[in-house]
């Protein structure tokens, strides 16, 4: 079984960038496609984005292709997000995700929030 911890939120005004990094511990990543998702407050959780076991094949959500990479480093058992370009409605609480296959998430982490102030 796979631990994950997400980091790197904080508060940033529309525009700016932040990095977010989730590292796993317990079990290497890289039996696992790993996976980004945010909540905001009253709504569903929803896809972020998605990547492969060696960081080939990944997806975006429409909302955020062209603003957001998604990045893993194997050798230091972390995944992380870029995200440029910030709008207020990208607020939300993001959780990074392990999956046995390519679109599951059979393991989950606390989430970080991300605020984007307009």
């Known amino acids: 079984q796979v631990q994950l911890v997400e980091s790197g939120g904080g508060l940033v005004q529309a525009g700016g960038s932040l990095r977010l990094s989730c590292a796993a511990s317990?079990?290497?990543?890289?039996?696992?496609?790993m996976s980004w998702f945010r909540q905001a407050p009253g709504k569903e959780r929803e896809f972020v984005a998605r990547i492969g076991w060696s960081g080939g094949s990944a997806g975006y959500a429409v909302a955020v292709k062209g603003r957001f990479t998604i990045s893993r480093d194997n050798a230091k058992n972390t995944v992380y997000l870029q995200m440029n370009s910030l709008k207020p409605e990208d607020t939300a609480v993001y959780y990074c995700a392990a999956g046995h296959t390519y679109y599951s998430t059979d393991y989950w982490g606390q989430g970080t929030q991300v605020t984007v102030s307009s």
């Open positions: 317990g079990r290497a990543i890289d039996s696992y496609a």
